[in-house]
């Protein structure tokens, strides 16, 4: 996480030749989770129930502002009568309904959270169980 700096500062003495090849050459595409050709999934845990909660968490406290990239939510479904379902509100179309009311138990889900605004819901019971986050750059 954090900034990608590519400038370079190593000067480790003259007996290497120069790299032809290096970053330089490389367009910064601002492809979500890419740095230097790897892709960096970050966890984030998810509980809905018992009661009337749903929650995303990231090292333990509520999400409310991600960088973009990609993402593994572990949904911990602890109600037979909640269920957990994912959407941008903002920004672009995406939906992904992750536990069913019926289903108690873990389901993990891997996405690419793209800039803008994201919320997480209850179906059954949108309105009080929600929550909303931005994914952005900065801030
Ligand atoms: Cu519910």
Redesign the pocket.
Same mark, same amino acid.
């Given at each position: 996480m954090g900034a990608v700096t590519t400038r370079h500062s190593r000067h480790t003495g003259a007996t290497q030749p120069p790299k032809t090849r290096e970053w330089a050459a490389k367009p910064r595409l601002g492809l979500a989770g890419t740095a230097g050709g790897r892709t960096n999934v970050t966890p984030l845990r998810a509980t809905?129930g018992p009661g @009337?909660t749903i929650n995303l968490m990231k090292n333990g406290r509520r999400v409310v502002r991600l960088a973009p990239g990609m993402y593994r939510i572990t949904v911990s479904d602890r109600?037979s @009568? &909640?269920?957990f379902k994912l959407e941008k509100s903002r920004g672009g179309a995406f939906e992904r309904t992750v536990t069913s009311v019926p289903f108690t138990g873990t389901r993990t889900i891997t996405v690419r959270l793209t800039a803008d605004r994201w919320e997480y819901y209850?179906v059954? &019971?949108e309105g009080t169980?929600e929550g909303h986050f931005t994914v952005g750059t900065g801030g």
């Open positions: 809905v @009337f109600s @009568f &909640h269920n209850c059954p &019971h169980m």
